[in-house]
C-alpha cells in the first residue's frame, strides 16, 4: 500500500492524543517500517507495526485516494494483536 500523505486536523489528533496517548508524529512511525495492513469489519484499515520508541501500535485509517490517509484511531496492541503482529509480519 502506498501511502505519501496523511490528513491531519484537530479532532484527529486531539482524538488519538488525548483518547490514547498516541501523537501524531507516533502514528506516522507504524507505516514508516514494513508494516501490517488489515482490512477492517467497517471497511477501514488497520496498520500494526511498531514505532520508533519499540512501542507495538495498531493505527486504524481509511484511505482518501492518491495516496493519502486520515487516521481515525489507535492503540497499544493487546496481547492477542501481538500474537497476529509477529506471526504475519514479513522479515
Known sequence: MRISEFEWDEGNVLHLTLGH?????????????????????????????????????????????KGVVRIIT???MEAAERRYYQRHRKG
Open 21 to 65: 496517548g498516541i501523537g501524531a508524529e507516533e502514528a506516522e512511525e507504524v507505516f514508516a517500517v514494513a508494516p501490517l495492513f488489515r482490512k477492517t469489519k467497517r471497511g477501514h484499515y488497520a496498520a500494526f507495526g511498531r514505532s520508533q520508541s519499540g512501542r507495538l501500535l495498531v493505527i486504524v485509517f481509511e484511505r482518501k485516494g
Open 74 to 76: 489507535g492503540w497499544d
